[in-house]
């Protein structure tokens, strides 16, 4: 029998995707991908698959797996999720074997919203212009183009030896943080009243019910246009901070649409987009401004921090990824990238 992962019960936004399908934005095609790059990163690490590789995202909805067949390797990591195998509690970042039969659970913890079920092997999913990301506004993508419900089965192939004992993974760069989220002005900044920026600059937002993965709607003030709320549509990048003619900021996140006719007051930087993912609705935070070449800097240094990898701890003791390939409890590529928003 061949491997499978099965969904005993998934809650609203349980998704596949990969880095995200590139190279057809022009088309009117959203990229999707994860909410959290970072922590797809650091699961894809742990698990010894390619950075880019096909995981299942879970939102607070959550999602009850087992495995069928075989023995499958698995690692997990963002928000802080409450895991149980079998019931018993594990970290909310780990590594560990699911073995046919047993039960991983995964339910909304203390804090954060989304995480990653990244395997050791690949999800075998026929791809959607070459991803296998889900978008299912369009219902293109993982399985059928939808999110995973009860009863859904994941082929799994070119499956890697599974780790021998439960491993608690450390992604320094996925560590909690107070700091604002950090964002450049523009490029319609001009679109607003000085008073409206300042504001936009002082505000405790809070993210409201009505955010999704295609964006993320803010609450706490009414921002004030200088030059009305339409404009030529343009092309809008993850991050983008639109606001329409209700003043209320929208984030716009990994389903967000191609092109957008409201003027965009800032964008959040690539580096603080997963701090922005991992906000619960009616969690705060606030903004601070920085400049292109500070955002450059805080995403190479992001990128350096995936690229010294994830550790791994076994019995009190560390071991390194490279360890563990090298060993092979666990196998598979990991080229430590983070998917950039390129086209």
């Given at each position: 029998?061949?491997?499978?992962?099965?969904?005993?019960?998934?809650?609203?936004?349980?998704?596949?995707?990969?880095?995200?399908?590139r190279g057809?934005?022009r088309?009117?095609?959203?990229?999707?991908?994860?909410m959290?790059?970072?922590?797809?990163?650091?699961?894809?690490l742990?698990?010894?698959?390619?950075m880019?590789?096909?995981?299942?995202?879970?939102?607070?909805?959550?999602?009850?797996?087992?495995a069928?067949?075989?023995t499958i390797?698995?690692?997990?990591?963002?928000?802080?999720?409450?895991?149980?195998?079998?019931?018993?509690?594990?970290?909310?970042?780990?590594?560990?074997?699911?073995?046919?039969?047993?039960?991983?659970s995964?339910?909304?913890g203390?804090?954060?919203?989304?995480?990653y079920?990244?395997?050791?092997?690949?999800?075998?999913?026929?791809p959607?212009?070459?991803?296998?990301?889900?978008h299912?506004?369009?219902?293109?993508g993982?399985?059928?183009?939808?999110?995973?419900?009860?009863?859904?089965?994941?082929?799994?192939?070119?499956?890697?030896?599974?780790?021998?004992?439960?491993?608690?993974?450390?992604?320094?760069?996925?560590?909690?943080?107070?700091?604002?989220?950090?964002?450049?002005?523009?490029?319609?900044?001009?679109?607003?009243?000085?008073?409206?920026i300042?504001?936009?600059?002082?505000?405790?937002?809070?993210?409201?019910?009505?955010?999704?993965?295609?964006?993320?709607?803010?609450?706490?003030?009414?921002?004030?246009?200088?030059k009305?709320?339409?404009?030529?549509?343009?092309?809008?990048?993850?991050?983008?901070?639109q606001?329409?003619?209700?003043?209320?900021?929208l984030?716009?996140?990994?389903?967000?649409?191609?092109?957008?006719?409201?003027?965009?007051i800032?964008n959040?930087?690539?580096a603080?987009?997963?701090?922005?993912?991992?906000?619960?609705?009616?969690?705060?935070?606030?903004?601070?401004?920085?400049?292109?070449?500070?955002?450059?800097?805080?995403r190479?240094?992001?990128?350096e921090a995936?690229?010294?990898?994830?550790r791994?701890?076994l019995?009190g003791?560390e071991?390194?990824?490279?360890?563990?390939?090298?060993?092979?409890?666990?196998?598979?590529?990991?080229?430590?990238?983070?998917?950039?928003?390129?086209?």
């Amino acid at each position: 029998m061949s491997a499978r992962l099965i969904a005993r019960a998934a809650g609203p936004g349980v998704t596949v995707q990969d880095a995200g399908r590139r190279g057809s934005l022009r088309f009117g095609v959203t990229p999707a991908g994860p909410m959290d790059a970072r922590a797809f990163a650091a699961a894809n690490l742990a698990a010894g698959a390619a950075m880019g590789a096909a995981a299942i995202e879970v939102s607070l909805g959550g999602l009850e797996l087992t495995a069928e067949g075989e023995t499958i390797g698995l690692a997990i990591a963002g928000g802080e999720f409450d895991i149980r195998l079998d019931g018993a509690p594990l970290p909310s970042a780990c590594a560990l074997a699911l073995e046919p039969g047993a039960r991983l659970s995964i339910r909304a913890g203390r804090s954060g919203a989304w995480c990653y079920v990244a395997i050791a092997g690949r999800i075998d999913l026929p791809p959607t212009l070459g991803s296998l990301a889900t978008h299912t506004r369009s219902s293109m993508g993982g399985l059928e183009g939808r999110g995973l419900r009860a009863g859904d089965s994941l082929p799994i192939a070119d499956l890697a030896a599974p780790p021998r004992a439960l491993l608690t993974l450390e992604a320094p760069w996925l560590a909690a943080s107070e700091e604002p989220i950090r964002a450049v002005l523009g490029p319609q900044a001009d679109y607003f009243t000085p008073e409206a920026i300042g504001e936009f600059l002082s505000t405790r937002w809070r993210v409201g019910q009505r955010s999704d993965r295609m964006a993320y709607r803010l609450e706490g003030a009414r921002l004030a246009h200088a030059k009305g709320h339409d404009i030529v549509s343009d092309g809008v990048a993850l991050g983008a901070i639109q606001v329409p003619g209700d003043g209320a900021p929208l984030v716009l996140m990994a389903d967000r649409q191609p092109t957008g006719g409201y003027p965009k007051i800032a964008n959040v930087i690539g580096a603080d987009i997963g701090r922005v993912a991992q906000r619960r609705p009616g969690e705060a935070f606030s903004f601070a401004a920085v400049s292109i070449e500070e955002a450059v800097a805080a995403r190479r240094a992001l990128s350096e921090a995936v690229d010294a990898g994830v550790r791994l701890r076994l019995m009190g003791g560390e071991i390194s990824t490279e360890l563990l390939l090298s060993a092979n409890l666990i196998g598979g590529v990991a080229d430590a990238n983070l998917p950039l928003e390129k086209e």
